[in-house]
C-alpha cells in the first residue's frame, strides 16, 4: 500500500513532464526483454512474468544493460501481465503483484535512465464477435494492470504489440483512466496491416482517437518494413507523436533456433531512415540487445 500512495504522489506530474521530454527530441528507449531472458536460461513458451516472483535477478540484469548502454526509458517486464494471460500459469490473482514488484525491479537496476514505461500487451485471446473474449473482461483485465502500474509510479504506460484495433482501444482507454501518466501505443504489422487487417491510418486513428499521446508500430519486422507504415502515419496524422520499436529483422530458423540477422551497426542505420521520416521515440523489439541500442543512438 505504502508503495501505491508513494507512486500515486509522484503522478501528479509524470504525463506532463515525459510529454515535455518528448518535444526536446529523439526519445531512445531500450531493446527486447523475452530474447534477453533467453539468453539467461528461460524456455520456449515460458512466461517471462513468471520469473519476476521467482527469478528477478536476470530480468533485473537485462534492465541494467539497456541503462547501461545509453537507455532514457526502460519498459518494465509486464507484457503479458495481465490476469487474462497470467491466468494460463496460474497467476491471475496475482497479477498485481506481478506489476508492481516489476515496476521495483526495473526502478532498481537503473542509474542513468530517466523514466520508466510500464509495458501491457494483449490478452491473447481474440474478442468476441471473432472470438470469445467479452470486452467487458478485457476492460477489466486492461483496468487492473494499469492500475497497479500506474500506482506503482511509472511515468508511462504502453499498449504494444497489438493486432485487434478493438482491443487496443481498450487498453488505451484503461491506462488514460489508470492515473496521470503518459500513454504510448504500438500495434504489429505485416505487409502494411495488422493480423485483423487494420491499416497504419486507420491504426493511428484509433489509438489517437482512444487518447493515446504517442503512437506507431513495434515488433514484427525490421526497421525497413516499417518505413511504409510510418510514411501512411505521418500523412494521415502530421502532428502526431510517433514510435517505432522493431524487431532486429525477420526471424529465421537455424538448426533448430530462431535468429533474429539484423546487425547493431545495420539496425541503427535503418532506425535513422525511420528518425528521419519524423519519428521521434525509438527504441528495440525482439532480438535486439543493448548493441543494437548503443549503434542506435
Given at each position: 500500500m505504502e508503495t501505491r500512495i508513494r507512486g500515486r504522489a509522484l503522478l501528479m506530474a509524470?504525463?506532463?513532464?515525459?510529454?515535455?521530454?518528448?518535444?526536446?527530441?529523439?526519445?531512445?528507449?531500450?531493446?527486447g526483454m523475452g530474447t534477453e531472458l533467453m539468453k539467461r536460461g528461460l524456455k520456449q513458451g515460458e512466461s517471462p512474468e513468471n520469473w519476476i516472483l521467482n527469478n528477478p535477478d536476470p530480468i533485473k540484469a537485462v534492465h541494467a544493460s539497456y541503462d547501461a548502454a545509453g537507455s532514457e526509458a526502460l519498459y518494465t517486464c509486464t507484457?503479458?501481465?495481465?490476469?487474462?494471460?497470467?491466468?494460463?500459469?496460474?497467476?491471475?490473482?496475482?497479477?498485481?503483484?506481478?506489476?508492481?514488484?516489476?515496476?521495483?525491479?526495473?526502478?532498481?537496476?537503473r542509474k542513468n535512465s530517466r523514466y520508466l514505461v510500464g509495458s501491457m500487451g494483449p490478452t491473447g485471446e481474440l474478442l468476441e464477435p471473432y472470438g470469445d473474449m467479452e470486452e467487458d473482461a478485457a476492460r477489466e483485465a486492461f483496468a487492473e494492470q494499469a492500475k497497479a502500474l500506474a500506482g506503482a509510479g511509472v511515468d508511462a504506460i504502453v499498449a504494444e504489440t497489438f493486432s485487434d484495433p478493438n482491443e487496443i482501444a481498450i487498453a488505451i482507454k484503461a491506462a488514460r483512466d489508470a492515473g496521470d501518466v503518459a500513454v504510448l501505443a504500438t500495434m504489429t504489422f505485416e505487409k502494411g496491416r495488422t493480423m485483423m487487417g487494420a491499416t497504419p491510418e486507420k491504426a493511428a486513428e484509433v489509438m489517437l482517437s482512444a487518447g493515446a499521446d504517442a503512437v506507431g508500430a513495434n515488433c514484427g519486422t525490421g526497421p525497413a518494413e516499417l518505413v511504409e507504415v510510418i510514411k501512411r502515419m505521418r500523412a494521415a496524422f502530421p502532428k502526431a507523436i510517433l514510435i517505432a520499436k522493431p524487431n532486429a529483422g525477420m526471424p529465421v530458423l537455424e538448426g533448430g533456433r530462431t535468429v533474429y540477422p539484423l546487425n547493431p551497426d545495420d539496425f541503427g542505420k535503418q532506425v535513422?531512415?525511420?528518425?528521419?521520416?519524423?519519428?521521434?521515440?525509438?527504441g528495440g523489439c525482439c532480438g535486439t540487445n543493448p548493441e543494437h541500442i548503443v549503434a542506435l543512438r
Open positions: 509524470n504525463r506532463g513532464n515525459f510529454l515535455a521530454r518528448l518535444s526536446l527530441g529523439t526519445l531512445v528507449l531500450d531493446g507484457f503479458g501481465a495481465n490476469r487474462v494471460k497470467l491466468g494460463k500459469i496460474g497467476l491471475a490473482e496475482r497479477a498485481v503483484e506481478i506489476n508492481i514488484s516489476a515496476v521495483e525491479i526495473a526502478r532498481s537496476a535513422k531512415i525511420l528518425r528521419d521520416l519524423g519519428v521521434t521515440v525509438v
